[in-house]
């Protein structure tokens, strides 16, 4: 069964470096999003992407956050200027269609952990 | 604004025991609401949604408007049913909306 999947597991990066997580959505979905999730806290939503643009975004997806799909296969968030609040796991998904009025199921990947030191 | 609230931070139950994660759900207009799971070390997976009215696993979850909930259900829980347990809703836009998550522990 295909599968969302992210690089690196784990990402360790000292405060003011910039980081680019990756994600690789399964091959025929068109929507793309990145939620994350602070230790002890909620899931949240970042941004959702779709056509090559963003979609939606959250008060927390601030000009330090971009995402891009460079090519046909990876879906990138790019933090500019890490901060130690920016410590968290950050978690790929991807759905394969929106339906008005609907959701389609959204897959996950298994996420990358995040330390800014 | 859309808000999903599970109240238990963790339910311990013994195995054959009925199982009830709450959930409640605040949003305006007509939301979809998931069920989402992730086992140890595992990645998020649907559990089920209240669109499709189906059984996953033995649970059950009614939409309840009235009462703005959506409550997972289970008359008999197993072992391996051990996990994390999220409720999400999703409004306007396809983004998800959770709830903190509820840890299900079964003990024989």
């Known amino acids: 069964e295909p599968e969302v999947t992210q690089t690196p597991s784990h990402q360790v990066t000292q405060m003011g470096q910039e980081v680019i997580l990756r994600c690789v959505p399964i091959s025929n979905h068109l929507y793309f999003y990145w939620y994350r999730q602070i230790l002890g806290q909620k899931v949240e939503f970042l941004v959702s992407f779709y056509n090559n643009e963003i979609s939606e975004k959250s008060e927390i997806f601030d000009d330090q956050f971009s995402v891009e799909r460079p090519d046909g296969s990876n879906f990138t968030l790019k933090i500019r200027s890490t901060k130690l609040e920016d410590s968290a796991m950050y978690f790929c998904?991807?759905?394969?269609?929106?339906?008005?009025?609907?959701?389609?199921?959204?897959?996950f990947g298994p996420g990358t952990r995040l330390t800014v030191l | 604004a859309q808000r999903v609230t599970q109240p238990e931070k963790l339910l311990s139950v013994f195995k054959g025991a009925p199982v009830e994660l709450k959930c409640n759900y605040s949003y305006s207009g007509s939301p979809e609401l998931f069920w989402y799971v992730q086992y140890s070390r595992q990645r998020l997976q649907l559990l089920l949604r209240?669109?499709s009215r189906e059984s996953i696993k033995g649970f059950t979850a009614d939409l309840n408007k009235g009462e703005t909930s959506f409550h997972l259900k289970k008359p008999f829980a197993q072992e391996e049913d051990s996990a994390m347990y999220y409720c999400a809703l999703s409004g306007y836009g396809n983004k998800l909306v959770f709830g903190a998550g509820t840890i299900l522990r079964v003990k024989s």
């Open positions: 209240h669109i």
């Open positions: 998904a991807s759905s394969d269609s929106w339906v008005e009025d609907s959701t389609d199921t959204q897959y």
